[in-house]
């Protein structure tokens, strides 16, 4: 039979029904916001480690002349080799969505026997039969292909191949194909024959053995692979070594992670200040039958374990709300973040722990919460409990002097603000609640304007064009820019040059390929901006402008110094003399000129076009005439693609992730005005004897109700004024972390922009407004009578 | 061990509050005796230190200076968990507003002081609540909730409650103050009868009638005692 004192815990908590579900509310608020960000945390570590480790990525590629199954076996007999395997990646434009598009063919003759960076399939065929194409997912919104489809493909001045679109396939090991604007797919060697391009397997994929082995580890391996090549009489064009086990953008996820992982931890932070508060709330109220319980021989003890098993069980009532709803939240989160990355969670559960802290938090944190009020609350002796009247001067020293002294305020008014000035701590707590909901708010706010700002600085600052041509073999770009400016409604055209290039390190091994792009001195169509140094000069010969990235990745290279970079297998020597912090992947650009020196070929492969014409339909049609006439002169287009677009695909991705976060500091703002209803209820019932005594001398109902309400709104304005200096940090931390996602996310306004304040203004007003209308309404509701009665 | 006679002694018992001009004394080195078996009543007009005198004989509140013994325990002395195991054993509290609770019905409050100080077996707790309501009168009430009983059927039900733990002393702050004249006479009745059947009863009233019943009159005045009828004085 279940003892008096745990009955009485049991009703009271039933009969206080509003705020036992507020006090649920705001556990499982919280619980569902961290919880949420856990499971997304947990789940994304797992798919993208496990899932991407379970393809078995590729230690080192080499690009060479061509691999036969002869090669293939030496290969697979030096010491350190797992597994060795061919493939040929082709450049070529496919058409859909109404544009030709920039097409990456992977060929392979043994899809199916791949054990290397396997591929898995998701639909339809796999592998790809002739004549076929399988599309790699990542890339199906951006082509706005489906299976079943017929793509016209082309490579180079060969004539367009229907193929029909059979399956589709996931590569984890690829960057996303809608950020890297590729239309990925994988076809056979006799399809790339079909399409007129070579059908030789030119690339030679490894794995190591040791999979503990680190990056260097693997490029000696990788060296003596290409030792072995070229013994065979074979070229080898370049290396490249990724870091071993590592995803392409395992440090973008990381930092993505942290960020919300901080977001889940401030949101259980906030629930767990207005746990204190309720829980304070629920003791005011009790202070009496404490006293009296001590009176008939409960100890501190007894009382204390009472009201901690009250927040314990409404921890785990909480939890029965909160899990699912957080798994729910979380696996759809982790299914978008992943899609983003091109992971599948299918198959993938939430880790057990995760769900495991989750519930121990959930029922631990009230507990935790409630400590301290709780201890306060047991510990009052008998007298002072049983002469409680709910009235007194709170615990902050007396303000009512200092307001005394403002002109100007109606006594309701200057009772109002004395009183909420009344529970200083209280209000502290209550007031970061809802300044914390409002940084982060605000903070998101400021995000989305900064993604949408630097988005248009990408592509209106640092890329000056509007569409971007490719040729499937180089020309002359003297002529190539006379015979785009002959075409109506180009503005301006440049012809780009580009080189794959790799650093010989002091140690005789060749880093990373990378890729030099050839712009010309005096281009209008770039404004990357300087990190430090500067943009290369015009007559100067082999200067080297480096992203961060490149520079991070190759110790040798260092502003101001040269460096030996082999382009085309040559060693040449250059200077960097600028670092620019734009893409996230490693890339340098160089005079168009001094690239074209290396090997005396002048020849471009890329047109960049500056439009007289609005809109992007009218673009497209422009694509359309150029890639018409300059196939007329002689120019074989093999893609062309509108930077509109781009920018509209990139935009849409990066606001979504900071309408997650959007989303959150709603959240958040909910659990502050939990936490203003929960102060102003109990400010109310403790003062229940005042307001009978100012109904007694003449105060009605409005009265009352406006001294409650300006009491909410004073706390209220005081968190919007507080959010605005609390957003700026807010920003620089998630511009920092957007920063190393996919672009460089500049905060370029650190101050929340005007209109951002004043929506924060009318979001708080509105949340105070309805936060103290039930406490406003039990306030009018007090008799006089029962008020200067109340025990 | 203490070879007194009596089961309360007051030893020099001084009570000050403190506040601005020094505090105010509630009680000024009061001494007092009673016996076992005593039906003692403390009157006095408002602030002469009823209460106070009260609340240090239930080990709620503790003297600024002297001595307060009740059977063998320096209360004075204990430290406030002691003080709160012994209080729910040692001696039982009957408040003027009752002071029920109101979430638990007439039977389960008369049960909790059994509960919180483990004194009776769980499993006989119930009837022994359900015979002390019978024994006061309010066994019908047993399963009622304090707001749908009268005032004296609460206070029935709250004398039974401090009685649960079989209290050496019962103490009765007011437990007339806040009843009408019929029930207030038929409450202070009861208190009568629990003294005859061997309950020592300290009461603090206003009500002239209780002085009747009382086998000794303490008189506070100004926090001394002014006048003593019945009894010894320590």
Redesign the interface.
Known sequence: ?L???W??VL??VW?HKARTLLVVLAIAIGIVGAGAVLNTWSLLRRVTRDGYLATNPVSATLRTDSVDAALLTRVRALPGIEAAEARRTVIGSAFSNGAWRTAVLFASGDFAGSQIGKVVSESGTWPPADSSLVIERSSLEFSGLIVGDAASVRVGNAPEVALTVEGIARDAGLAPGWMEHVVYSFVTPSTLARLGAPATLNQLRITVADRSLDREAVRRIAYAVKALVESSGRSVVDLEVPEPGEHIHASQMDSLLMTQGAFGVLALLLSGFLVINLIAAMLAGQV??IG???????????LAAMYLGVAFVLGLVACLIALPLAALLGRWYAGFSASLLNFDITGFPIPLWSLGVQLAVGALLPVAAAAVPVTRGCRI???TA?RDFGIDGGDGSDSGGVLSRVSGLTRPLLLSLRNAFRRRQRMALTLLTLALGGAVYLGALNLRASIRNSVGYLFEEMLRYDMSLQFSAPHDPDSLEAAARAVSGVERAEAWGGKRAAVARPDGLLGNAFPIGGIPVASKMVGFPLDSGRWFAPGMANELVVNRSLLDAESAMTLGGTVTVIIGGKPTEWTVVGVVASMPSPTAFASRESLGRIGGDFRVGQLVVTSTLPGAGSQSELIRRLRQDLAAAGYDVSSGQLVAESRRVLEDHLLMVAGFLLVMSQAMIVVGGLGLASTMSLSVLERTREIGVMRAIGARHWAILTIVQVEGLVIAIASWALAIPLSIPMSVILGNAFGRIMIPVKVLTLFPEPMAILIWLGVVVAVSLLACAWPGYRATRVTTAAALAY? | MNQSPALIELQHVTRTFPGAGGGFTALADVSLAINRGEFAVVVGQSGSGKSTLLGLLAGIDRPTSGEVRVGDTAVHALSERAMSAWRGKAVGIVFQFFQLLPTLTAVENVMLPMDFCSTWPPAERRARALALLERLGVADQANKFPPKLSGGQQQRVAIARALANEPAVLLADEPTGNLDSKTAGAILELFAELVRGGQTVVMVTHESSAVQLASRTITLVDGRIVAEKGGSRA
């Open positions: 039979m003892k008096p004192r009955r009485k009703r009271d009969h009496r039958e009296v319980m001590k009176a008939l021989g409960a100890r501190a003890g007894q002796s008998v007298s049983l025990e």
